[in-house]
């Protein structure tokens, strides 16, 4: 493989990291609710929460977002992103959702400024608002293809909740991996769904999710922050 070609994928992999230092592993998205709850017991619900939520949120909200987002940066359109950071905000249904997406947004964009990444520095209070704005704002930096990035921002969503589960059900490590492997086979489908969504399609609604993230900002005891 050419370097040229190689390096968006290894700058993929580097923004859809774990160990990017946004926080993303200290966030459960009511997961941690619903485990004390005894909505999650085991792997097989696990995955039944996690399908919903790829089917409805990811393909019909995350998705279309994160591609108007891309768009918007690769035409260097600030008013644009202004205006899809603010439907994304829309979106976000409880206080700590709002306060994920801005904790997240405000690190990834203090590190693409730290990092050159072009215009981060310029429209920094804006990406501070959105973490999916930061990433398309870096994958069109590095060059990476639209859809290569949404795959990318699908399978670094799935893992952090997985790996959250693992630790809150809890499950085992190979319960975690065989839950990855089989969710992931849902991936393309659900960015393909993203990717073609009309603007008057997008929107996502799950009560579960809502109701867990709601009852998460008071759980007497809690290992994640949302």
């Known amino acids: 493989m050419r370097t040229e070609s190689a390096l968006p994928l290894l700058r993929l992999l580097q923004l859809a990291s774990p160990s990017l230092p946004v926080g993303g592993f200290t966030y459960s998205q009511g997961v941690e609710w619903a485990v004390e709850a005894g909505w999650i017991a085991d792997a097989a619900d696990l995955e039944a929460w996690l399908t919903d939520q790829v089917d409805d949120t990811l393909s019909c909200l995350e998705i279309p977002l994160l591609a108007r987002l891309f768009d918007a940066c690769a035409d260097g359109d600030a008013r644009a992103l202004r205006h899809w950071c603010g439907i994304g905000w829309a979106w976000r249904e409880t206080a700590e959702l709002r306060a994920e997406e801005r904790n997240r947004g405000r690190a990834l964009a203090d590190l693409l400024?730290?990092?050159?990444?072009?215009?981060?520095?310029?429209?920094?209070?804006?990406?501070?608002?959105?973490?999916?704005?930061?990433?398309?704002?870096?994958a069109v930096h590095w060059e990476i293809p639209r859809e290569t990035a949404a795959l990318g921002y699908a399978w670094s969503w799935l893992e952090n909740l997985v790996l959250a589960a693992v630790k809150l059900v809890p499950l085992g490590q190979t319960d975690g991996q065989r839950t990855l492997l089989r969710l992931a086979e849902r991936l393309p489908a659900a960015v393909e769904r993203g990717l073609a969504l009309p603007d008057e399609a997008i929107g996502a609604s799950l009560p579960a999710f809502a109701i867990a993230s709601s009852a998460h900002e008071t759980q007497y005891t809690r290992l994640f922050r949302s």
Do not use: I, P
């Not at 990092?115 to 704002?137: H, I, M, N, P, Y």
């Open 113 to 138: 400024v730290s990092l050159d990444v072009t215009r981060a520095a310029e429209w920094r209070e804006t990406l501070a608002t959105s973490q999916l704005a930061g990433f398309a704002l870096a």
